[in-house]
């Protein structure tokens, strides 16, 4: 399963014919190649776990280690977020692990390289976002609703 | 996200039951997408924010991970995206950033909204804001919101201040002009205190630095400072990449940075800053002996680790340093050559690459061999990499590394037979360019040829159809060097051929029908050699051979000649018909002196092999192969097909008389048949030369010429040429089986319309092959009834011959360094018409004086400087500047006055001055092409292509440029200056 690939500085959730079409050249890939692949005029960088295989693709000039450090920063505060992150956490939070991805990069340039900060305000917005959804919860709230 | 307890007392489903449902329905998968998105579509459009958003949510995800189609939904991703709530207003900007685009409308109505979250007191609402414009944003938005950002770009919240930084990348990109309000402020954060956002900033320098680096050398300070007080990797490497490029720019900055930067790679433990570094070294600091030493040091450690991401990286920045310290690769040969065996294809294919770049013209031959063996080993997409790139590696610069054609022709057979072999378009045109180019390989080529030809396995691989068509043309236009030219017939004509697709099928028809002209001419000849000795006087014969020659190829004028001509023929016929073997030699094969010994020498070693038996097993096996195909649906095939069947049918029924012809000599009647053959001998025995790309502007424009006019003319004649021969043919054949007397009207129908016949095939087959031969071209234009335009065909001819043989020993002038080199280049010289050649370098060794003279007089008109030309003495060169001064003008909008010049230009063409003088302005830019030999061809190519009204303001900027390109033009250049 392929996650959040995209085109640095476009950071576009890329198409799903793009990740059909990396997919099928990357889990055909054995264990022992570089995790690197020229594909069209970019290079893929992918790093698999488990069953997870996460995606990027950078230009030409870009530093392909460094994108796999960036990577392996994504799974780790996924993995914190989550509590030892699987497959299903991100297909049932795949909103979620958008955010992460937020916190971590925007326009395709990292912002963030400290995993606490990153978890910190994750967990800052999602107590917002609770207690919003509290507030739309409570009875009166409904009632409000009922009556409009 | 849970499923909470209100959505489902609503009835709707969460997100997680959409999920949940989807992995169940494992079979349905979308009958139940699409009964989710009539959910969807209904729940949208509630009025409860939350049924709303939820449904967007669901949206979402179907968009991002099926691939529905969300834009319908746009207007209610901007109702979400402004809900007072954050958990909406959450959803509504993942909603809108996943599908926004630059075209959807309602972008404009999400301005104020955006501003309104930009100044929200909420840092997380204005994260949102700023992470949906990083993603989205349009001109508009950029334009309108460039004050928001400018404010937040000095806000004290670092985690809204990161962000705008990181915005400011796109809202550039989109609307440039905020760069004037806000880029002070974006470099002031360059100084921040906060890490994350010094990070940040030098991450978009780095964007923008990389589109174009020369507007930030004044940040240089700032980054040094960084390269040096930093201790943050990320930003390390950032800055790094930033150095990279403005290193390229300012060579004093390279060497500031040089010693920090080696620094950081000796000390630094992250494999990623290291790699940085070197990439850094190798790509712009090559200059610095010790960092490349070091870098190539870590090179080293990369690819001995196990790790294939580092070896690959190794190899790779080994590559980059490859052009320019090829001692790096070296050094590491022979891992480097093992990884070609590694399993993963990067790296093989970098270790290739790596390979091919080693290559030299002494160890070419070694190389590819073990390549090539490698290649048979490997898989076959690997396989075509390593035929691919040997291809291109001795292709290039016209197999500049190439010193033994005989051995690369014969290589270029193995490859064809490598069963992986997908190049077969390459190896052609290879094929027919060294056949054109490089006369001395044309035996070996024919052998090669005839290998491929003759092995009915290969017709069986359609990968290979290519590479028989090139094999069967190299053994057609070549014929002469074939050492059984019958076996090549049966090759050409064996039963597998219709396997072959129709176009090359064509080819082989065509070949064919070379084939068996040769064969019948060499037969003719051997007959005839008996008696010449008798006859001497060839005086007539011979000036009427040319003339004979001239006919078939002006199509329009043999045509209205051809009657008289012909008469006069006969008349002269037993000389003709008895010329000795040698002179039919030259005459026939006029053009090419070189080729003609062992031409004749072919020939006569022939002699015994054309036997009267032969033949007619010749002319059977040919009507048996061929007939079948004459019903072809395909025209090209059934043309050739017909051609070749109607002289054959016209040759059986005048054996018997080519046969007894030698006693009968005497009459005034030679057989038709024998003509003709002598007649499509010559055609194809024109030889074809190479021609470059720009051949075409080089054709000189005569004087008054209406191109437009002309074309339509030619579109008549060509037409009438083109359609004619099946037809005439056949007629003519049917004629001949009806009564066997000839009218002269019959006589003379069948004779002049085989010769155009063959001409036009011939450059059928030219441009069928894309070679575009000037000579036939000229004719063309000759022909074509326009009496100014004949008049300087000759010298242009002869122009042309210059300008090959230029070119030439101009290639071999510059890789004068290689001595091996000098000898193959003047076998490609040869490849024009020999005469031209031989004439023209006569001309230029009278010409340079003349041409000295007159540039002396241009540079005083003109105040130009007159030294250059006087500083060289060589001839090649001298010419090479003619040749590019004519380029020159060809370009030049007035026909009238190009051509003028380039008469003017033309070696020994008497050099009237006052013409020259009269175009002062283009004598000028005719004057800067000597400076011009010692850069490429292609360049001067280009050149051409600029207009006439740019090339003065830029011909000083290119002199600088030639400055220290050229030693010679050094000369040249100071008084440029002193102007």
């Keep these: 399963m392929c996650i959040p690939t995209f085109l640095k500085s476009h950071y576009i959730w890329c198409f799903l014919k793009v990740i059909r079409e990396l997919s099928g050249v990357i889990l055909t890939r054995g264990p022992k190649l570089s995790n690197f692949i020229e594909w069209r005029g970019y290079k893929v960088v992918y790093k698999r776990y488990a069953s997870l295989y996460f995606c990027m693709c950078i230009d030409q000039d870009d530093n392909e280690l460094e994108i796999l450090e960036i990577i392996h920063h994504f799974v780790e505060i996924l993995d914190r977020y989550f509590g030892s992150v699987c497959e299903l956490d991100l297909i049932f939070n795949f909103h979620k692990a958008y955010y992460v991805l937020d916190e971590l990069l925007i326009a395709g340039e990292l912002q963030e390289t400290s995993k606490k900060t990153v978890a910190r305000l994750i967990a800052a917005q999602d107590s917002l976002v609770e207690t919003a959804k509290e507030q739309a919860s409570s009875i009166s709230n409904m009632i409000a609703q009922a009556t409009k | ?979």
């Excluded at chain 2, 006369?439 to 017709?459: H, K, M, Q, S, T």
């Excluded at chain 2, 004509?493 to 064509?506: E, M």
């Excluded at chain 2, 003008?889 to 051509?899: D, F």
């Excluded at chain 2, 033309?906 to 283009?922: E, M, Q």
């Design chain 2, 1 to 979: 996200m849970a499923g909470s307890s209100i959505m489902e007392s609503f009835f709707q489903r969460s997100l997680e039951d959409l999920i949940k449902g989807l992995r169940l329905q494992m079979i349905g998968e979308s009958k139940f997408i699409a009964k989710a998105m009539e959910e969807i579509r209904r729940e949208i459009r509630s009025t409860d924010p939350n049924t709303k958003s939820i449904a967007l949510q669901k949206l979402t995800y179907l968009n991002s991970i099926h691939g529905i189609d969300m834009s319908w939904a746009a207007f209610h991703v901007v109702e979400v995206m402004s809900s007072t709530r954050f958990s909406h207003k959450k959803i509504g900007y993942l909603a809108s950033s996943q599908s926004f685009h630059d075209g959807t409308e309602v972008i404009l109505l999400i301005t104020n909204q955006l501003r309104k979250d930009l100044n929200s007191t909420n840092e997380f609402e204005v994260g949102l804001a700023l992470h949906c414009l990083s993603v989205i944003a349009t001109t508009d938005l950029a334009r309108d919101l460039t004050p928001e950002i400018f404010t937040l770009l000095s806000t004290s919240k670092v985690f809204v201040k990161k962000k705008a930084v990181a915005v400011i990348l796109r809202i550039f990109s989109k609307y440039p002009d905020a760069v004037r309000v806000s880029f002070k402020r974006l470099v002031e954060n360059l100084e921040s205190s906060d890490p994350h956002v010094v990070s940040v900033v030098v991450g978009v320098f780095c964007e923008l630095a990389t589109k174009d680096p020369r507007s930030y050398l004044p940040l240089a300070p700032e980054f040094y400072r960084i390269l040096v007080d930093s201790k943050n990797n990320w930003v390390l490497i950032k800055v790094l990449k930033i150095f990279s490029k403005l290193a390229l720019l300012e060579p004093r900055l390279a060497k500031r940075v040089v010693d920090p930067i080696c620094e950081h790679m000796r000390r630094t433990g992250a494999k990623s800053l290291m790699f940085e570094c070197i990439r850094t070294v190798v790509t712009c600091l090559t200059d610095y002996e010790s960092a490349v030493k070091l870098a190539v040091e870590k090179i080293r450690e990369l690819l001995g680790d196990d790790d294939p991401n580092l070896k690959y990286l190794g190899l790779n920045a080994l590559s980059i340093l490859g052009p320019k310290q090829l001692w790096a690769v070296l050094e590491n040969k022979e891992v480097v050559i093992k990884s070609l065996s590694d399993a993963d294809p990067n790296i093989k294919l970098e270790s290739l690459h790596l390979v091919m770049g080693m290559v030299s013209e002494s160890n070419v031959a070694e190389i590819t061999r073990v390549l090539i063996n490698y290649a048979l080993k490997s898989d076959p997409e690997f396989c075509n990499d390593i035929l691919g790139s040997i291809l291109s590696t001795c292709s290039r610069n016209v197999y500049e590394i190439i010193v033994d054609f005989d051995w690369y022709v014969s290589l270029l057979g193995d490859m064809s037979r490598n069963p992986h072999c997908r190049k077969g378009e390459e190896i052609e045109n290879q094929l027919i360019d060294i056949g054109l180019r490089v006369n001395d390989v044309r035996p070996e080529l024919v052998r090669v040829g005839r290998d491929l030809l003759i092995d009915p396995a290969l017709l069986g691989n359609p990968l290979l159809y290519r590479i028989l068509s090139a094999a069967a043309w190299v053994s057609g236009e070549y014929v002469v060097f074939s050492k059984n030219p019958f076996e090549l017939m049966e090759a050409l004509l064996q039963p597998r051929t219709n396997l072959l697709p129709s176009s090359i099928r064509a080819v082989y028809t065509q070949s064919a029908f070379k084939v068996l002209v040769f064969c019948l001419h060499s037969y003719l000849l051997q007959k005839e050699a008996i008696p010449s000795s008798t006859l001497d006087d060839l005086a007539p014969g011979v000036s009427n051979l040319i003339s004979e020659r001239e006919c078939p190829e002006g199509s329009d004028l043999a045509k209205c000649e051809a009657p008289a001509d012909y008469e006069q023929d006969e008349g002269f016929n037993p000389r003709v018909s008895n010329r000795s073997v040698e002179d039919l030699a030259i005459e026939n094969g006029g053009d090419i002196i070189v080729t003609h010994g062992q031409a004749s020498s072919s020939v006569s070693l022939e002699n015994d092999a054309f036997t009267h038996e032969s033949v007619v097993y010749l002319l059977n096996m040919i009507k048996m192969a061929l007939v079948p195909v004459s019903g072809s649906h395909e025209v090209e095939v059934q043309e050739r097909a017909r051609n070749v069947l109607g002289l054959v049918e016209l040759v059986q029924q005048e054996l018997p008389g080519l046969l007894v012809q030698k006693e009968k000599s005497f009459d005034n009647e030679e057989p038709k048949a024998s003509k003709i053959i002598k007649l499509m001998h010559a055609a194809f025995s024109k030889e074809l030369g190479p021609i470059s790309v720009s051949a075409q502007e080089r054709v000189l424009v005569p004087d008054g010429l209406m191109l437009k006019e002309n074309l339509s003319d030619l579109e008549t004649i060509y037409g009438d040429v083109l359609l004619p021969p099946p037809s005439s043919i056949s007629i003519g054949s049917r004629l001949f089986v009806e009564r066997n007397g000839v009218s002269l009207f019959m006589h003379t129908k069948v004779e002049s319309e085989p010769s155009t016949e063959s001409t036009s095939q011939l450059a059928e087959h030219r441009e069928r092959h894309g070679l575009y031969y000037l000579p036939a071209e000229k004719n063309e234009i000759g022909s074509n009834d326009y009496p100014p335009a004949n008049d300087p065909q000759l010298p242009d001819n002869l122009n042309d011959g210059t300008q090959d043989l230029v070119k030439l020993t101009e290639q071999s002038l510059v890789s004068k360094k290689k001595p091996t080199h000098a000898k193959p280049r003047p076998m490609v010289v040869k490849l024009d018409d020999g005469d031209e050649v031989h004439v023209s370098a006569m001309k230029l060794v009278k010409e340079p004086n003349d041409d000295l003279l007159s540039d002396a007089v241009r540079d005083i008109l003109l105040g130009n400087e007159a030294r250059p030309t006087l500083s060289r003495s060589n001839p090649s060169d001298k010419s090479s500047g003619n040749r590019r001064g004519k380029g020159v003008y060809l370009t030049s909008e007035h026909a009238s006055e190009s051509k003028e010049l380039g008469d003017a230009e033309k070696p020994g063409h008497g050099s009237p001055s006052s013409r020259r003088s009269k175009h002062h302005t283009h004598g000028k830019e005719r004057h800067r092409s000597p400076r011009k030999n010692d850069e490429g061809k292609e360049e001067n190519g280009q050149k051409n292509k600029e207009k006439s009204s740019h090339r003065h303001s830029r011909r000083k900027a290119r002199r600088r440029a030639d400055e220290p390109l050229n030693a010679v033009a050094q000369t040249t250049v100071v008084p440029d200056f002193l102007l």
